[in-house]
């Protein structure tokens, strides 16, 4: 199978920076995933299905798209459910994001779903996975190194999710947590952001930070260009820089901006 770049970065402590596809667009896919001669390529490109524009029926082309690629390719799925998990991995992500993970138990459930026995209870059948990730790399066929490879990502989202953080963590199988920072926000009585200097949001953080290091658990944060920096200064070493859409309305302003002569800043949306 495929080797999970991610896996290797992490266990160094490396940062890997991160694109969030919003939008079903195949060209895009291909060419934001892939190895730029410039600027190199991202690290990971995820696929949004919890609130991006993309259903099921697109994941797969959107997952061929990126075979050739060097960006890892996950999944954020709609929800905590076996089935979507599954179906995802079977064709051919490599590492699923399970939003809103509040519990041990609910950690306990999204780990289930992304591993084979004994580790888990996934079903098998990766109709495309199995092809596609073992062509080529060690010669194992995927059922057999799957569970090696592929990465489980909760989501800690809310103040629940921080105050049951420890016990979280000490879930086998859990590869690294991810962070939504506008829900965070909410929860913790803020205005969805991705950022505040409100110290109970910096709280929230450094703790999350503290805790994934003492776990030995790689903690990740959804960002924007701008905030890449301070991120990875707070510890964090999974990081989402922007997604397509939002790369894609910034471009356009900027080169309207100096068609009008005029300058442009980045939005530095976050969602």
Known sequence: MRDNTLKTAWAADETTIGLWLSTPNLLGAEQLSSADPGSGSFDYVNID???GVIDYSDVAPLLMAMQR???IPTVRVPWNEPGIIGKVLDAGAMGVI???VNTVAEAEAAVSSCFYQPKGSRSHGPIRAGH????????EPYAVVANDHVLCIPMIETVQAVENLDEILAVPGIDAVYVGPADLSRTLGLAPAGDHDDQTFVDALDTIVAGCRKAGVTPGIHASPGLVAKRQAQGFRMITATSDHLA???GARAALATARGEGAEASGAIY
């Not at 596609?132 to 010669?139: P, T």
Request: glycine residues 10%; negative net charge.
């Open 69 to 71: 690629a060097a960006a």
């Open 132 to 139: 596609a990730l073992s062509a080529g790399y060690d010669g």
């Open 248 to 250: 894609a309305m910034d």
């Open 49 to 51: 299905m919890q609130h």
């Open 98 to 100: 399970v939003p809103m």
